[in-house]
Structure formats: C-alpha cells, structure tokens
C-alpha cells in the first residue's frame, strides 16, 4: 500500500491537493456565515439548512445537462475559471442589503458549477495517480478536507463573532481566489481526457451506461443516499445548538478524518469490501441519541463517533472505479459528487422542514433512522469483492 508521503513525488499532485484544501475551507467558512446570516434574519431552521446546504440541489441539474464537461475541459482551465466564479459569487452574497432570495439565487448558480468541479477534480486526480494509488490520495485529499473543515468552522465561527457573518463571507471570496491562483499558476497543462465537445446528449449518454450496470447502480447508491441523510442531520446543528454549532461541525470534521485515516491507511486491502457497510451504519446510529436531546457534551462525542462512518465512501468509490471504464473515470467520479450533493441538498430540506414541525432533535433522530435502515437494505448487494477495472466503455 503507497505512503502519504509517496504521493509529494507524483507531479501535479501537491498543487492539486492545495487547490483542493483551499476550496473546502472556503465552502466551509462561507458556509457558516452564510446559514448563520439567513438564521439571524430569518430564525428558520429551514432556511438556514438550506443556505449551508442548499447549493447541492442544484447539483442534479448539473449532472443530467452539464456532467460530460467534467472530462471534456482542460482541467487547469477549468479549475481555475470555476474557482474564480465561486470568489465572485460568494462576494456578492456579503453585499448589504442583499435579500434572502438573491442570495439563494446566487447559491443555485454556484452548485450548478460546482456539479462539474467534483468530476475535474477527481477525475484528474485518478488520471495523476497509478491505479493503486488512487484510495491513499483519496483519503489524503479526504483527510485534508476534514482538518480544513475543523480550522473553517473554527475560523468561521470566530470570524462571525469578531466580525459579521458578511465579513467572514468576503474572507471565504478570499479563500477561493486563492484556490484560482494555486490551479492556474500550480498545475500544468494537460489535454482533456475524453475527446468531443461537452453536450447535454453526451451527459444523458455516458449516465445511462454507467447507471446500467446494476453493480455500479448498489455502489451509486450506497455513496448517496446514507451520506446525504446524515448530511441532513449535520443541517440542524446551526437550530439545534446556535451558539455551539461551530463545535459541533468541527467534532464531525474530526471524525470524518478519522475515518477517511482507517480507510486509507489502516483497512488492509483484503478487507475493504466487506467494511464499508458496518462504516455507513456506523455514520448513522450515534446520530440516534439526539432523538432525548442530549446536551453539548454527549451530543459532542455522538457525532464525533457518527462521522468516523464517512470512511466508507472511500471504500464504496474503490469499489465504483473498479467497476467503471478507465476514460469514463472523472464523469463517474463527477456523477458521484453531483448525486451525492444532490441528495445532501434534498435530505437538508427534508430535516429542515421536518425540524420545523417537531424539533432539531427529533429532525436529526429521524434522519438518522432511515440512513441506518437504508444501509440495512443495500447491505446484501455490496457484499463480495468487486472485479478489476473495466477497460472499455
């Protein structure tokens, strides 16, 4: 199994990793501010799950119309131009004045371009690696977004007290600029990987072959649907703790790396398949414990442990590119990110709404039953080891 440290010698990797870092910390800060703003204005736990997670709605859009650019455009370009539109969004939305809708306008423009930043970021990921390679980069990248999620929330969250929710805003606009400078001065120059013009036709095309595997459609499914309704339990930390929320993003991004370091580094290899459904109950059931409404201390420590399950999405997209043509990689990846956001954005709003009519607690409780007994059902189909890498399409 490859070291992290191996990774620093593969050209291209240590900028990407960068351009990576700096873009989930600036979603993160901007994130917070933004949701803690519209709770402020609004004092609607809907509204506000929905201004931290919103966006993701917008990702299934972007994945049935948009979705082959993610192999069809110059990754450097790309990640460059799309960073540069996300600084200028996210400045817009510090400006005063600005109304909720606008905001939530500009929100829906950003996810629609972010559905195809996941598929060029990974699918170059996959493409500067060696095969075996792939998991241990993954989980670094993984890792590193779960320690820039600790230090976002942290920042964010002192930001937003020293500052405002706007001023933290225009730090996250800063952020991104950023993430621009590193892709466009850091990492060199390549070819896309597919060749043709991205077009809504080719998207419909590339997701119906990669849908028509049934192997591939349990591994989509496992990857989205009890990932994104624990997504929509993290969406009522801001109603249910307001003024510790920050802690308790931060406990989940501990625990997430935590589980992104067993899987990347600890599970040996001959293991992998059989752990990544116990990690996905696992990322549900801590979750339960705030169907009594714990206090900070113990809600604390169940999330913590709960998002150590986030470690089974490395193990379930091992198992997806195994089972996905080599030049198809980056719009399975893409497909992936996009689904999994979606799905994210929708169970946000299902706990927000729900939150609404009983409680943060009960909303999160809920939730967490059904990712626990989604888990249940796709358990069977993901069992045995998947086969080595389709070659063609």
Not at 62 to 80: I, Q, V
Not at 165 to 174: C, D, E, Q, S
Not at 249 to 264: E, K, N, P, V, W
């Amino acid at each position: 199994m490859p070291a992290y440290r191996d990774l620093v010698r593969v050209p291209d990797f240590p900028p990407l990793f960068a351009v990576s870092s700096a873009h989930v910390a600036a979603q993160t800060v901007s994130g917070l501010a933004l949701a803690t703003l519209v709770f402020r204005a609004t004092g609607s736990p809907l509204l506000s799950a929905l201004a931290m997670f919103g966006p993701s709605l917008a990702q299934l859009l972007g994945a049935t119309l948009l979705l082959s650019a993610a192999d069809r455009l110059p990754p450097r370009a790309a990640l460059s131009g799309m960073a540069l539109l996300f600084a200028v969004g996210t400045a817009a939305q510090a400006l005063p004045g600005l109304s909720v809708g606008s905001s939530f306008t500009i929100l829906m423009v950003l996810g629609l371009i972010g559905s195809v930043g996941g598929g060029v970021r990974y699918g170059l990921l996959n493409e500067i690696l060696p095969a075996d390679s792939y998991l241990t980069g993954r989980s670094l990248v993984n890792i590193s977004a779960g320690a820039m999620q600790i230090l976002g929330f942290a920042v964010g969250g002192a930001l937003v007290a020293a500052l405002s929710p706007r001023g933290t805003l225009l730090f996250g606009a800063a952020l991104y600029l950023l993430s621009a400078g590193v892709a466009r001065f850091g990492l060199r120059r390549r070819a896309p990987r597919a060749v043709g013009r991205p077009s809504v036709r080719e998207t419909w095309r590339s997701n119906r072959l990669l849908w028509s595997s049934p192997a591939r459609r349990a591994a989509y499914l496992a990857l989205w649907v009890p990932n994104g309704l624990v997504v929509g339990c993290e969406s009522l930390y801001v109603s249910y703790a307001p003024d510790h929320a920050g802690l308790l993003f931060a406990g989940g991004a501990l625990g997430m790396l935590t589980g992104d370091l067993l899987a990347g580094r600890v599970i040996p290899p001959r293991l992998r398949h059989r752990l990544g459904s116990p990690l996905a109950l696992l990322l549900a059931v801590p979750h339960l414990l705030f169907f009594a409404a714990p206090a900070l201390a113990p809600a604390l420590a169940a999330v913590t442990l709960a998002t150590v399950g986030y470690g089974a999405s490395l193990l379930f997209q091992e198992r997806l590119l195994a089972l996905t043509p080599q030049q198809l990689s980056g719009h399975a990846l893409g497909l992936h990110s996009s689904g999994m956001l979606t799905m994210q954005g929708v169970a946000a709003a299902s706990a927000g709404g729900i939150a609404q009519l009983t409680s943060p607690g009960t909303g999160i409780g809920l939730m967490a039953t059904a990712s626990a007994v989604v888990t249940l059902v796709l358990w069977p189909r993901l069992r045995g080891r998947p086969a080595g890498r389709v070659a063609t399409a």
